[in-house]
Nanobody
Framework: QVQLVESGGGLVQPGGSLRLSCAAS????????MSWYRQAPGKERELVAR????????NYANFVKGRFTISRDNAKNMVHLQMNRLTSDDTAVYFC???????WGQGTQVTVSS
């Protein structure tokens, strides 16, 4: 069965950085695109970034371009989200997602605050 487990969230000051990770299992990882979404309190879940199965193609929401980088390690079945220059607007629960199986992880909380 498909399983996605996020880690790496936490409390960070404005301007700081965090690296989120998602460990995937239960499917042939390198065959499928992976995504990161986020959901802030009172707001809808929104796409942050997506990466193709081979890692050669990425796209980003406009609000994170130039600050966040999505990557994957197909040997380890991991997808990462490097987040730099964080602001309070980035505070949210961040989720890993695989569209093919419509499967979500449990999420990891990111809080940006001084």
């Amino acid at each position: 069965q498909v399983q996605l487990v996020e880690s790496g969230g936490g409390l960070v000051q404005p301007g700081g950085s965090l690296r989120l990770s998602c460990a995937a299992s239960g499917f042939t990882f390198n065959n499928y695109a992976m995504s990161w979404y986020r959901q802030a309190p009172g707001k809808e879940r929104e796409l942050v970034a997506r990466i193709s199965g081979d890692g050669g193609g990425t796209n980003y929401a406009n609000f994170v371009k130039g600050r966040f980088t999505i990557s994957r390690d197909n040997a380890k079945n991991m997808v990462h989200l490097q987040m730099n220059r964080l602001t309070s607007d980035d505070t949210a629960v961040y989720f890993c997602y695989v569209l093919r199986f419509r499967s979500w992880g449990q999420g990891t909380q990111v809080t940006v605050s001084s």
